[in-house]
């Protein structure tokens, strides 16, 4: 089965966009003459294997290499470099060039950004004096990715120098909310304009007056158009809905993320696991709904994916042991039996992913953290939630188990009392050493985890957006909470209420939610607070075609294929007219979304502590001072902190 | 047309651009000339194709002797002088290009240019010791000529005449010259030298000249017999005996079948079939040949000489009776409220799509407007019979044509253009000439009534207005400019900004740049005329992250060149979260 997603089904022609991807691919490609190696950077690798088969690649260039640090390795003449605008990866290029030049070896060089050109890129190169060996320097415009029939990615990293991290901490998306409004704007080429805008969230609202403003500067033309496809969008900052990624995804999906990691599409997992005879070889399993059984059942819980998958197989064997046991079949008989063995690879490979899945999730530990998390988010036993994330941090258990309860505790309860907020944070530093300090600093910063300063308004909005349902029968729930187990998430509630009512009816909520809100009617713009715009009720939403119309959800940071699983529990629900489109940044678990602040923050005091000189190559009397040394210079602070809590 | 004023060709050296363009002269100082009132200072002079004088700047003295003149295809004047060096004038004011002092184009002691031919991209030199150099790309800056193949002239031999295949002709992409030596012909290019057509015992060949299309070669042998021969010499397609074996001063294709032959005071027509036609003129005369005929300038007048059409023959042809004739006849019967109207109807009745097709075709060929209109006409009679079987497009396209033409025909335009012309050279080319020679509101009108984009229009305006008005206020020919621009939506303020800053007016320039809409286009150019702080302001708000860097490496460059104090450059992004953060992540 290929890792590229089949499209056909898709509610909007993605196909279309793909093919021209993969087109300016292959035509930049072939513009250059000749045998060429082709050198991508590793991320953008898993990228472009969901726009186009390596082989295709292959036909067209005569070598094949992943960027990395160490010179690049290949008798080709031409060097062809297809790489992210990005700045550490820049460096790499620069050295292997000058690499090869220290060598003699005599190369013609083309580069090429993903997705455009970026002076401060360009500048890495002109200061490695590398920039005026490069014979062109092009720019592919890939700005978008379809991971499936209703989910499109932005492909925006976590090592982009706007990461999350930044995101979080510092408030600035710029490079990211550029590149979204430029990725929405260029569907709005394709599609015509996008009639209503809807944003919640501070990078969410600054991208939607982008978008409105790139709309101005770069005029889709409507004339060839007809009615846009895309009816509403909808911008969502992951900011205004923290809680959701921290919980445990349960449907089989969500789960496939949070064990084993989907990355562009697939699993890696040890050949072992999925009966080979071979161990320890790894292979990959693409998860897409090209696959007829995944799509059936990816987004049940994954309780219930045990028993459908469990139910395929003896219905399969028991049509075997049927077709053994009388030899009066017919031939039409025997055929449907053959038709159904097709099937029986995919049965296969996720009896045995589930078989895998179960010796994560059938283990007491996790049922017991589920039941924690519902805990915390229904607000009750404030204490035993409280001893039980000690309890974990005395176990050593993951960083990330222990701070994905922390912040959701932290955001549930509008932060801890100082008395045990206090204690949390030594007893993680002593359990898992000091360098985590900053790390500490940089969620409070973030006001993930933080002192409680005023009274939590959870139960206000836990309440009006009915965030807890109780699921009566898990086979066919009436609620979308069956996701995480009897809780629905925050950001598709939101989604759920601007589809049926408007966000009006919600006004209160959502002011108790963090960022500006903006609802932008194409022509016209109001900020926040002004009347609401959009037709109330999810009526006359078809088309005069009799299609349903389209409604574009960006999750601007992230989102969890547990929330993806709910907004299509949503758009399939009855009365809702609408095709759900899910455009995000990136999916994301609540361990991937922790995972590069916990590394940044490392990183910064073993830079502090190796690097001494705070403020580098600027001199700390001027008025920069504080400023490029800011991080370092509390990184050491916090090393003093440390060493004098260890004598104490 | 009108005259050209006290111009006398035969004292003068001549150019006139193809496609109905201006003519350029100067006054050759091998000849001698009685002064009447004019001041003996040579001048460079421009004219419309009407004669109405466009421009004069005086020419450059003590120069090596002018060779030739001529206009390059984006109508740039060209002006070789005898040591092979070039030098270029910007129309319409006839301003040097690039420098004033003249480009070389030959090696240095070459003994300068014996003859020179050129076409629209380029020249092809004959040195005085007989070497070939060509230059194809005569519109850069620095352009670079080639030295052909050694033709292989023996020291007594001379060569005779000289022509150039254009490289858009030619297989390889490179020209290829005829040069007639001795009693053959021989083809230079790069790469050697060919004898040609030898089997063909031409003898030697006094006059040559290439046909349009590049195809076939007019020569004029020494036995007084004009030759058609295919351009590789393989056969004789057409030949006719002259009554003189004196070459012909001038010899030139007019269309792709008919040459012309000019001794002084005779003009021959000579053509595939019947009789050659003579025509005298009692004034020196200068062919101009276009894709289509050939123009006719003289002291007095400026004439366009083409064979007649097929459709104008149909037509006019004494005791024609085809179709396009009778329905012709039949307007004609209409007006005069005459029955016979219907009678003709009726004979042409099955044919009439034809007739209908050469009247139209027919109006295209007039110059004459009430002449075009009466065709028109006649087309309009017949449309009313047949509108189902005949395409009504055609009409309206050559109505809308006729209409442009006849503007540009105008003595006060004057760019005599034919309808086969205007389709070769194309709409867009012809509203580039026009503002070239700042006909704008003609420019703008044509683009208009075509549903082209006026913005190349409304642009030039704009900028030849900053140039125009420097005595003008900031504001007031801001809300002149202003007034322009806004009828062309998006247009780009920020290339009018740049001319303006360019024209020495910084503070306009920063008044337009204001209205540009793309940030991309108004950040660079912002910092061009050192608006720093509003450039990061603009750059922060766009949100383009590439852009804020644009900014910042631009001030950071400045910093250090200026060797000013890096402490501003803090304060200013300090103030910036964005800008601070961004050049964090970069430094």
Redesign the interface.
Known sequence: MAQIPNLDNAPLNLTALREQSQKELVSIIKSIMGNKCLVIDPKLAGTLSLILHTSVLKEHVTELRILSADPVQTECPKVVYLVRSQ?SLMKFVANQIKNDESKGLQREYHLYFVP?????CE?ILEEGKVHQKLAIIGEYPLYLVPLDEDVISFELGDDD??SQE?RLI?G?T??S??HI?EAIHRLELAFGVIPNVRAKGVAST?AA??LN?MH????VHMDDMGIPEIETVILLDREVDMVTPMCSQLTYEGLLDEMLEIHDGSVQVDAGIMGAQQDGKKVKVPLNSSDKLYREIRDLNFHVVLRVVHQKATSIQQDYAQVKSTNTQSVSELKDFVKRLHSLPEITRHVNLAHHLQSFAGKPLFHARVEIEQKILEAKDYDTCYKYIEEIIQKQEPIETVLRLLVLFSLTNAGLPRKNFDYLRREILHSYGFEHMPLLYNLEKAGLVKRRESRSNWAVIRRALQLIVDIKDPDSPDDMSYVFAGYAPLSIRLVEHAMRSGWQSIEEVLKLLLGPRLDLKRGVSTISGSSELLPDGAQQNTDRVGRRSVVLVVFVGGVTFAEIAALRFLGAQEGMGYDFVVATTKVITGNTLLRPIIASSKQRIVQSITNPCPG???PCS???HF??CHWKCYCLCSCIRVLYFLVR | SSGVGRLDLSTHIVAAAPFGGPIAAVRDDSKIVQLHSEPSRRRLLLFSSSGHPLASSPWTPHLPRLHSLAFSSSLNLLALLSDGSLLRFRLPDLNPITSSSPVPLLPPASGGVADAVFWGGGVAILTEDNRVVVTTDIEVDDPHPRELADPGVAEDEQVLCMAVVEPQFVMSGSPEVLLAVGDRVVAVDEDGVQVLGEALEIGPVQKMAVSPNGKLLAAFAHDGRLLVIPTDFSRIIFEYECDSALPPDQIAWCGLDSVLLYWSEVLLMVGPNGDPVQYNYDEPVMLIPECDGVRILTNSSMEFLHRVPDSTTLIFGIGSMSPAALLYDARDHYDKQSAKAYDNYQLISSSLPEAIEACIDAAGYEFDVSRQHTLLRAATYGLAFCSSRFPHGRFQEMCKILRVLNAVRDPEIGMPLTVKQYKLLTATVLIGRLINANQHLLALRISEYLNLNPEVVIMHWACEKITASAAIPDVVLLEGLLDKLRLCKGISYAAVAAHADNSGRRKLAAMLVDHESQSSKQIPLLLSIDEQDKALQKSIDSGDTDLVYLVLFHIWQKISVEKSAPLDFFGVINARPLARDLFIAYA
Do not use: I, N
């Open positions: 700045l455009r050109r970026v002076v401060a500048m120098y706007s930044c510092e600035d710029a490079t909310v550029w409004a600054k007056q982008l403003h101005l500067q770069d005029p580098g190559d600027f001027v008025q920069g400023l490029f």
